[in-house]
């Protein structure tokens, strides 16, 4: 095997038995888990803290995806977004969370520990992070992807102050 992939996981205190859940098992399918969140479970981490904390592993490159929960996903998935270059989706299936990755080029999953169950989350996870943007895709299919993505990007670009 080659080098560890790193990922970044981060959760807040509703989310922390589903991150523990999530980090055991990447840690054992191979994956470096960088842990930016709540570390125990009656620790104070808030929902916009980890995603923040999330966000900026990721945006700092040590690690290039994320994986953050809260209760929903909903909450760290609009912190995380209002960071440039964060592209966050909160995930309650296994279909999305493929997707999101295949075609979205999502760089974060979100996801909620009172939606998801463990056993659903790491697959989620696994297929998420096994996908890469627009794998299996050519021709026009692929420069639709490309075009969709540059035109997030360029509306980022418009929207920051």
Same mark, same amino acid.
């Given at each position: 095997?080659?080098? #560890?992939?790193? !990922? #970044?996981?981060?959760? %807040?205190?509703?989310?922390?038995?589903?991150?523990? #859940?999530?980090?055991?098992? $990447?840690?054992?399918?191979?994956?470096?888990?960088?842990?930016?969140?709540?570390?125990?479970? %009656?620790?104070?981490?808030?929902? !916009?803290?980890?995603?923040?904390?999330?966000?900026? *592993? !990721?945006?700092?490159?040590?690690?290039?995806? @994320?994986? !953050?929960? +809260?209760?929903?996903?909903?909450?760290?998935? $609009?912190?995380?977004?209002?960071?440039? @270059?964060?592209?966050?989706?909160? +995930?309650?299936?296994?279909?999305?969370?493929?997707?999101?990755? $295949?075609?979205?080029?999502?760089?974060?999953? #979100?996801?909620?520990?009172?939606?998801?169950?463990?056993?659903?989350? +790491?697959?989620? *996870?696994?297929?998420?992070?096994?996908?890469?943007?627009? %794998? @299996?895709?050519?021709?026009?299919?692929?420069?639709?992807?490309?075009?969709?993505?540059?035109? $997030?990007?360029?509306?980022?670009?418009?929207?920051?102050?």
């Amino acid at each position: 095997m080659g080098v #560890a992939v790193k !990922v #970044a996981l981060a959760s %807040d205190s509703s989310g922390f038995r589903l991150k523990e #859940a999530v980090k055991a098992y $990447l840690q054992a399918t191979g994956y470096e888990v960088v842990d930016v969140g709540q570390t125990s479970e %009656d620790g104070p981490v808030s929902y !916009v803290d980890a995603a923040s904390s999330l966000a900026g *592993a !990721v945006q700092s490159g040590p690690c290039r995806r @994320g994986i !953050v929960i +809260c209760g929903t996903g909903a909450g760290v998935s $609009l912190v995380a977004n209002k960071f440039k @270059g964060i592209y966050c989706v909160p +995930c309650e299936s296994l279909y999305t969370a493929q997707r999101s990755s $295949l075609i979205n080029n999502a760089n974060v999953l #979100a996801m909620g520990e009172r939606i998801v169950g463990h056993e659903m989350a +790491c697959e989620m *996870a696994g297929a998420w992070l096994r996908n890469g943007w627009c %794998d @299996g895709f050519d021709g026009e299919r692929r420069e639709r992807n490309m075009r969709g993505f540059q035109a $997030l990007q360029e509306i980022e670009g418009r929207n920051l102050k």
